[in-house]
Structure formats: C-alpha cells, structure tokens
C-alpha cells in the first residue's frame, strides 16, 4: 500500500482507495448505462460542443466521454489518475487516446492544444483541496485554445436529499466561512477509507471558473433523475464555460 506520504496532490486515502477498486472498476460502465446522471451531461456536452475538434475528458474513467465523440469524429483525449480505469478504456474507445496522470499537475499536456474539455460526474468534487481544485480548472483553462469550451458538472452542498441536518450543517459552515464547508464523508462503497466529496454552491463553482479565466456561458440545475430542478431538489449543475479569445486586461 501506498505510504500517506506518497500520495499525489489533491488524492487522500479514500479517493486512492476508491480509484483502485477492482469491483468498482469491473462495474463502473454498467452503473454510467444506468444513470440517468450520466445521459444528462452527454446531452449537455452535445448542445455546448461544436465539432471537428480535440476534446479532452478530465477524469475519463473507462472512457464513456471519448467513447460517444470519436464515434462522432472527435479527437479525443482521456486523463485519469486509476490505471485500472485507462486500462478498460483503452479497451472500450481504441480510436482515443489515455493518459495517467494528476488533473492537479497535468504538465504532460501542451497549452492552448484542445477546442474542448469536460470535467464530468463530480470529478473536481472528489480532488482535496480548495487550492489543488482551483489547479485542476487552471489546468483546463490552459490547454484549452482561445474560445475553446470546458463543461463542469459539480454537486450541490443544499441537495435536500442529504438529509436536512446536513443541510443545515452545511448552511452554517457555508455561513461561518468554515474551511470544512461543503465536505461530505460517506462510506466507502468498495471497502477501505471513507471518501470525501466536496460539494459547491453554485456561486463557488461559478466564481472558480472564473478566477481561472473562463467566462460562464450557461447554467443548468439538475435533479437526481437528471431532468431541470430547483431548489432543494438540485443534485448538481451542469455548467459551459468559455476560454475568451482575448486575454483579459491586466487588473
């Protein structure tokens, strides 16, 4: 086992835990077929991606992203720090490329070399860290080429199917401006450490990307079953952001 220490930026024991669970990864394509999550961000990718052109999938997993855009004729690259994950994903989308490495550092990938980017399923939510995840959208920003488009899918801290102590619990560590505020621990479905998942407001995720330089172009609240929500019943928003073809003034 990997010593504490040696633990890439962004990744704790539970995260590591779930990215090498061989009963996770054996399962994970029939759970993305089954979600209704999963159909609502292709769908959100189709009306915000305008082809041909090289997409990249930030945390691809077994490769469903590249999977439904290179048979569209995209140029699709995977990143995903689980090999266990590339592996099948190599297997699933022969036409695209993967690669293994940390979203938080993603130094093998050139500036400005993608028309699009996709950062799905709470991906961002699962890296430790306000600062490493204020990296991983930096690192979209980067690669991505002037007008390029990067979709953000995040969850929701106020989900009412939290529960509502955890809600509230949430509502005043948001209000107290607690470093703790929109961490959510829960079991590890696939054994060893409990897994933390950082939940957004949607102010928060707005105001990431634009601290990385993105402007905001469109907004969708999604419930649980993946259809338009509001209030409580948000489970997340899916969310375009735009790289704007002139760098912006100096302040």
Same mark, same amino acid.
């Given at each position: 086992?990997?010593?504490?220490?040696?633990l890439?930026?962004g990744?704790?024991?539970g995260?590591?835990?779930?990215l090498?669970?061989?009963?996770m990864?054996?399962?994970?394509?029939e759970? #993305?077929? $089954?979600?209704?999550?999963?159909r609502?961000?292709?769908?959100?990718? !189709?009306?915000?991606?305008?082809?041909?052109?090289? %997409? %990249?999938?930030?945390?691809?997993?077994?490769?469903?992203?590249?999977?439904?855009?290179?048979a569209?004729?995209?140029?699709?690259?995977?990143?995903?720090?689980? !090999? $266990? #994950?590339?592996?099948?994903?190599?297997?699933n /989308?022969?036409?695209?490329?993967?690669?293994?490495a940390?979203? /938080?550092?993603?130094? $093998?990938?050139?500036d400005?070399?993608?028309?699009?980017?996709?950062?799905?399923?709470?991906?961002? +939510?699962?890296v430790?860290?306000?600062?490493?995840?204020?990296?991983? #959208?930096?690192n979209?920003?980067? /690669?991505?080429?002037p007008?390029?488009?990067?979709?953000?899918?995040?969850?929701?801290?106020?989900?009412?199917?939290? +529960?509502?102590?955890r809600?509230?619990?949430?509502?005043?560590?948001?209000?107290?401006g607690r470093?703790?505020? @929109? !961490?959510?621990? #829960?079991?590890?479905?696939y054994?060893g450490?409990?897994?933390?998942?950082?939940?957004?407001?949607?102010?928060?995720?707005?105001?990431?990307? !634009?601290?990385?330089?993105?402007?905001?172009?469109?907004?969708?609240?999604?419930?649980?079953?993946?259809?338009?929500?509001r209030?409580?019943?948000?489970? @997340?928003?899916?969310?375009?952001a735009?790289?704007? %073809?002139?760098?912006?003034?100096?302040?």
């Open positions: 086992m990997i010593p504490e220490w040696q890439p930026p990744v704790d024991r995260l590591w835990n779930y090498h669970a061989n009963e990864v054996a399962g994970y394509d759970q #993305m077929r $089954e979600s209704p999550l999963a609502a961000d292709i769908a959100f990718c !189709e009306r915000s991606f305008t082809p041909p052109g090289r %997409l %990249l999938d930030l945390g691809c997993g077994t490769g469903r992203l590249c999977a439904h855009f290179a569209k004729g995209f140029d699709c690259v995977g990143v995903d720090l689980s !090999e $266990e #994950m590339l592996a099948k994903a190599r297997t /989308v022969p036409p695209a490329s993967f690669l293994q940390n979203l /938080v550092e993603l130094t $093998e990938l050139p400005q070399s993608f028309d699009s980017a996709a950062c799905l399923f709470s991906t961002l +939510g699962m430790r860290g306000a600062g490493n995840r204020a990296k991983v #959208m930096a979209a920003f980067r /690669v991505l080429k007008g390029g488009r990067f979709v953000l899918h995040v969850h929701n801290r106020f989900f009412g199917g939290l +529960g509502w102590k809600v509230a619990g949430q509502r005043l560590r948001t209000l107290l470093a703790r505020a @929109g !961490e959510i621990t #829960m079991p590890q479905a054994g450490a409990p897994l933390t998942l950082h939940h957004f407001t949607h102010a928060g995720a707005v105001g990431g990307l !634009e601290a990385a330089g993105f402007i905001v172009r469109e907004s969708s609240a999604i419930g649980l079953d993946g259809r338009a929500a209030g409580a019943r948000v489970y @997340g928003w899916l969310l375009l735009e790289r704007p %073809l002139t760098p912006a003034a100096p302040a």
